[in-house]
């Protein structure tokens, strides 16, 4: 397996989305991740840059909306 350069994770209540790339850009793993197994997939991978991302869902965006 190439070596992970950034690991892009988008946050969510239940299922964290993973995507990881090499030095030269190109995708070495892309999976689904439960909350309970995300702490032990980095734990097996060597340090990188990691980027997170949080989407506010429609219920959170309406409730926003609501309040103001």
């Known amino acids: 397996m190439d070596k992970i350069s950034v690991v892009g994770l988008d946050l969510a209540k239940n299922v964290f989305q993973v995507h990881a790339v090499n030095a030269q850009g190109r995708v ?5 991740l439960k909350r309970s197994e995300v702490l032990s ?12 991302r ?4 429609i219920y959170s965006t309406q409730q926003y909306k609501s309040a103001v």
């Open 28 to 32: 070495v793993e892309r999976k689904q």
């Open 41 to 52: 997939w980095f734990a097996e991978i060597e340090p990188c840059r990691i980027g997170m």
């Open 54 to 57: 949080q989407t506010s869902g």
